[in-house]
């Protein structure tokens, strides 16, 4: 299973986007997905989860109320709408996907997933 980051881009503080995440073989609507981000001269750090139901999220403090986590089933991809942007946020930012149906809370650490992809740059300018 090969998963594709896309939609980062540049953006001024304040302002929104919207990333996405698809994969290839195995398709994200079957099983639970998170992203995370690193930024330069940081230690990779979760953003956000979604169980495979769709039914829980989890979000980190820090983007909690900005960001909001979805599945598209129709399109088979998950999404991510980021809004109120800030240059913290800059990073790049990628997405994963756990073999397992059930995670029992294990949302939060990179080491539960086990399908990762390329990540897309996202930059805030002030």
């Known amino acids: 299973v090969q998963l594709q980051a896309s939609g980062g881009g540049l953006v001024q503080a304040g302002g929104s986007l919207r990333l996405s995440c698809a994969a290839s073989?195995?398709?994200?609507?079957?099983?639970?997905v998170a992203w995370f981000r690193q930024a330069p001269g940081k230690e990779r750090e979760f953003v956000t989860a979604?169980?495979?139901?769709?039914?829980?999220?989890y979000y980190a403090s820090s983007v909690k109320g900005r960001f909001t986590i979805s599945r598209d089933n129709a399109k088979t991809t998950v999404n991510l709408q980021m809004t109120s942007l800030k240059p913290e946020d800059t990073a790049v930012y990628s997405c994963?996907?756990?073999?397992?149906?059930?995670?029992?809370?294990?949302?939060?650490?990179?080491?539960?997933?086990?399908?990762w992809g390329r990540g897309t740059q996202v930059t805030v300018s002030s």
């Open positions: 994963a996907g756990s073999g397992r149906t059930y995670l029992n809370g294990r949302y939060y650490s990179p080491m539960t997933y086990d399908y």
């Open positions: 073989g195995r398709t994200v609507s079957t099983y639970p």
């Open positions: 979604i169980s495979w139901s769709g039914s829980n999220t």
